[in-house]
């Protein structure tokens, strides 16, 4: 006869070990100098860390409004542009032959004793609109601070 044989689940409780060596700091007041002269430092480096990721997002946001000022520019020049001008049999030349034919010309003229006068118009730059100045909440850069400070004020308490 075959014996049924019962399984027994047993719970492994986790002791708390204790420390299986102790170790003694001669100096506690210059253990916690370094300690926090070596926390000043990281949040130095978390600081320039800070203002190096706010000077990309100000990168990346001047390059997407130069983008659309591109855009822009380009569509003024599709349509605008374009309708004012005769149409003419003409195909559009590559950009390499242009540079090539007005590094051509530029020689021409240079060698040419006569000289046109060229008429220059004058270019008109828009102001930037002023932007009121809008109460920004704290940002990690400010918490670092005064973390800094703190850490400073209790590095001036032990010296």
């Known amino acids: 006869m075959a014996a049924k044989k019962k399984h ?9 070990r204790e420390p299986e060596f ?33 000077v990309q997002e100000e990168k990346m946001a001047l390059f997407m409004k130069l983008k659309g000022d591109v855009r822009d520019l380009n569509l003024l ?14 195909k ?10 007005s590094h051509e010309e530029e020689t021409v003229a240079s060698v040419s004793t006569v ?11 828009n102001a930037p609109a002023k932007k009121e100045a809008v109460p920004e909440p704290p940002s990690e850069l400010d918490e670092l601070e ?7 004020s209790q590095l001036n308490g032990l010296k």
């Not at 001669?26 to 480096?45: G, Q």
């Open 8 to 16: 027994v689940v047993r719970k492994i409780v986790a002791k708390e």
């Open 22 to 54: 102790m170790v003694q700091i001669n100096d506690p007041a210059t253990m916690r100098k370094d300690v926090l002269e070596s926390l000043k430092e990281v949040i130095l480096f978390m600081q320039g860390y800070e203002q190096l990721r706010k």
């Open 77 to 90: 020049i599709e349509t605008k542009l374009r309708r004012n001008f005769p149409r003419g049999k003409f």
């Open 92 to 101: 559009p030349t590559p950009r390499e032959e242009i540079h090539e034919e």
């Open 115 to 125: 000289s046109a006068p060229v008429a220059v118009a004058p270019r008109v730059v």
């Open 146 to 152: 005064a973390q800094l400070r703190e850490i400073e």
